[in-house]
């Protein structure tokens, strides 16, 4: 994840279905972990948006 972040991007999400978490990483920001996944805000970047992974990880 730190590879997209260093070439620019402003957000990455990465989901984990073994643990069932979803990470979310942020440039010089804490990783974000939801465990066991709920919806996830993607806000500032992504106003308004929130990632539900249950339809993923069913």
């Known amino acids: 994840m730190q590879a997209y972040l260093?070439?620019?991007?402003r957000l990455a999400v990465l989901?984990?279905?073994e643990r069932r978490a979803v990470e979310?990483?942020?440039?010089?920001?804490d990783v974000r972990v939801a465990e066991p996944a709920g919806p996830v805000s993607l806000e500032p970047i992504l106003?308004?948006?929130?990632?539900?992974p249950a339809p993923i990880f069913s």
């Open 15 to 17: 989901l984990d279905p």
């Open 24 to 29: 979310v990483h942020e440039p010089d920001q």
């Open 47 to 52: 106003p308004g948006f929130a990632l539900d």
């Open 6 to 9: 260093a070439n620019g991007a």
